[in-house]
């Protein structure tokens, strides 16, 4: 008969042997379901003597992320890895943020436009799913009317994007005014900017901070504000668009709040609206699981045939 301290021998071997036998048997699977690497691309295009930085990330379908005045490419770091599980997407650099060069010091809606469309003809997208984020809506929306059949469907994010009515154009002008005497974000206490609901701010003082720091990765001279303000886009074109059209918003947006993202998406066809409660301008950053899931679905429906 084995001994006490035998049968424990034995039991412990006989649990370890098990132990072992269950992890191989895992990483089997896991090995077996592992998701293919995401292949990656960078690199510049010249535009209108400038140099335009983008990068690319996943296969199918591609998606075009335009940033907003306090972004970059950098700034959708959240969605790239959950978009390119499904699509090609690509992010860029306005003239004059992150990578790219301003040296003309010129800007606006127009030159973002033309620049959005040497990155997509450089890259051999015909068609493309594209979302604008603030100051990038007027980039998406610009390049939808300039070129709406290469427009898979649209997503203009806490933006009216160029979508015009006397209470988006007076709420604006409210707004550059109130930010003529604000002083600029990076003059703002740790972590705090504009962009931010003041909720999240409290919640998570690390991101908020890094969205700071993200922020401030532009050249000094930026066009924008009244630039944006001054580009209204033709009621008519935008009724003719026969792609579906989302707008997303934070439930605190300060800046464009729902009321006006209503608005404007009433005078666009085949648009709804999705509001994420209790972010504020930035739900992307803010909130991005809830952001991406709206996208993704709405991705999905607008992929259909």
Known sequence: MLTYPTRLAVLTTAVAAAVLLLYAAT????????????????????????????????????????????????????????????????????????????????????????????????????????????????????????DPQRVRSLVLADTTG??????????????????????????LPLGHHPGLDDGFIRRDPARAFLYQELASLREPVFVGGQVQKNTAYPREAIGGFRFPILFIVGSRDRIFPPK????????APNARVIEIAGAGHSPYFEKPESWNAAVLAFLGDAGEP
């Open 27 to 146: 990483r089997r699977v896991d090995d077996a379901t592992a998701v293919a690497p995401i292949p990656r691309s960078w690199g510049f295009v010249s535009s209108g003597g400038e140099r335009i930085y983008y990068e690319t990330a996943g296969r199918g379908d591609a998606v075009v992320l335009c940033h907003g005045a306090g972004g970059n490419h950098v700034v959708w770091y959240q969605q790239v890895p959950v978009l390119a599980r499904s699509f090609r997407v690509i992010t860029w650099d306005q003239r004059g943020f992150g990578r790219s060069s301003n040296e003309s010091e010129s800007g606006g809606p127009s030159v973002a436009v033309a620049d959005l469309r040497r990155v997509l003809d450089h890259l051999g997208v015909d068609r493309a799913h594209v979302i604008g984020q603030s100051m990038g809506g007027w980039t998406a929306l610009g390049f939808a009317v300039a």
């Open 260 to 267: 006006l993202i209503r608005q404007a998406a009433a005078l």
């Open 162 to 187: 160029g979508i015009s009515t006397p209470a988006i154009e007076a709420a604006i002008d409210a707004y550059i005014a109130a930010a003529v005497d604000a002083p600029p974000p990076e003059d």
